[in-house]
């Protein structure tokens, strides 16, 4: 027969044992979520320069030589260089 002395040694252990593993398990919990938020901000800060560039980009292309008059009121707009300019945009 096990004295009571070693069974409250057990069951103080494993209790000690428990609490730790859950006090673990939230410290790694914290750290994992703040690792994705992290994560979530630096994706979306390159998304955006990369959305940056390439709107640059496309302002670069679509420079004001083109000469095209967008403006149906205007007296010389003409409907057919605007909608060649659009088939070599596309």
Known sequence: MVSPTVNVARYSAL???VLYGFYH???LQATHNEHKVQHAA????H???EA???WKKKQA???PSDDVITDPEDPRFDLEKLVAKWEKAA
């Open 15 to 17: 209790f000690a044992g």
């Open 25 to 27: 398990r939230r410290t």
């Open 42 to 45: 630096h994706d979306r800060e």
């Open 47 to 49: 998304l955006i320069a």
């Open 52 to 54: 940056k560039d390439a």
């Open 61 to 63: 292309s679509a420079s």
